[in-house]
């Protein structure tokens, strides 16, 4: 049977490199941003590409009631659900004293809550039908700190101990959360960094370029695939090696 997959933030960056692939790979793909004209454009030309298998949905998805028409509108389309990708994402700079509240609440709004409602929708579903598989996307800054970056690493790092808890939870069910925990990846908004910003993150890093939003999706496919049977409640570090170092100089 056709497995069926739901992926947020999939109208740019790592979730559109995520559901190509997995249009590619023959799985009909519910794609979730929160702009209908962007998606609209994005299926049509997915579509004359000749993936017919790709939907699409505009949801907040921080918003109860909009994630709960997602769940809804899924189900009348896809007729199921075996895994979701929970990849919206925002990031937002500044020392934890400079960060507003509206700015902390919009962080954690879409980088945490959002995966709380897709669980609390979708995840009963996948319990009363054998199970299903679920990847959120974390972040190396989940793992560890950076400066100015108190709202993001607080939200991330909720999501690396958020995918244990739940791992534990719905394991017993045959439902595997993972995590994907890319560094800073090469996408179109990353690229447009002054130059010099992008060539001291490829410096930083020991393979000395930054990951590219395919690569992530190839994790992400692994993690929602079978190929990936035993794994469950991990963080899958896509970086290169960033976090490998102790700090100490050449000698």
Request: proline share 3%; net charge negative; glycine share 10%.
């Amino acid at each position: 049977m056709t497995k069926r997959i739901l992926i947020t933030g999939g109208t740019s960056g790592i979730g559109l490199s995520a559901v190509r692939l997995f249009l590619e790979k023959g799985w009909k793909v519910m794609i979730v941003s929160s702009g209908q004209e962007k998606g609209d454009q994005l299926v049509s030309e997915l579509h004359r590409k000749g993936f017919r298998q790709a939907y699409f949905c505009a949801c907040n998805v921080a918003k109860t009631d909009e994630v709960e028409r997602l769940y809804q509108y899924t189900m009348e389309t896809l007729g199921g659900i075996d895994s979701i990708i929970n990849n919206a994402g925002v990031w937002t700079g500044g020392m934890l004293h400079e960060t507003s509240e509206n700015e902390w609440e919009r962080v954690f709004d879409v980088d945490v809550k959002s995966i709380f409602l897709t669980t609390k929708f979708f995840v009963p579903y996948m319990i009363e039908n054998g199970g299903g598989t679920i990847v959120n996307t974390a972040s190396v800054s989940g793992l560890h700190g950076d400066y100015g970056m108190a709202a993001y690493n607080a939200a991330k790092g909720a999501v690396v101990n958020l995918v244990k808890a739940m791992a534990l939870d719905y394991g017993k069910y045959n439902i595997r959360v993972n995590n994907v925990c890319p560094s800073a990846c090469a996408t179109p908004m990353f690229q447009a960094n002054p130059q010099e910003v992008v060539e001291n993150f490829n410096e930083a890093n020991p393979l000395k370029r930054i990951c590219t939003p395919e690569e992530v999706a190839e994790a992400m496919y692994f993690l929602a695939s079978d190929a990936s049977r035993s794994c469950n409640g991990i963080n899958l570090e896509i970086s290169g090696g960033l976090n490998v170092h102790t700090g100490q100089p050449s000698q």
